[in-house]
């Protein structure tokens, strides 16, 4: 696949980098963001991925007043997972789960 088929918006790009979520996720059981990065490596010609969790504890505190968006931020995100933690993480299919 071409991976300029990707809707996305590039790693270098300037300025910080926003994730806008709807403010009504807060309203589910035990609600998270997972935030997807990807990177095109010509030499392998793959593409690589990097995953970030935000559970809502990391999220800034409701506005009185909030529209019906906030953003996070690099910040609010739980260093990078990989697949098999993120999975565990989030649905605790640890040793002897069934």
């Known amino acids: 696949m071409d991976p300029s088929a990707l809707r996305t918006v590039e790693r270098g790009a300037a300025g910080p980098k926003v994730l806008k979520v709807n403010s009504r996720l807060r ?3 035990d609600p998270c963001v997972i935030w997807i990065f990807w990177d095109w490596d ?3 010609r793959r593409v690589r991925l ?3 969790y935000s559970p809502q504890e990391k ?3 409701p506005d009185p007043g909030e529209p019906p968006i906030f953003e996070l931020r690099n910040t609010h995100f739980l260093p990078d997972l990989n697949i ?3 999975a565990v993480h989030l649905f ?3 040793p002897g789960t069934e």
């Open 59 to 61: 999220w800034p505190d």
């Open 27 to 29: 309203e589910h059981d």
């Open 84 to 86: 098999a933690q993120l």
């Open 92 to 94: 605790d299919f640890g």
């Open 42 to 44: 010509t030499t392998a």
């Open 50 to 52: 990097e995953y970030r």
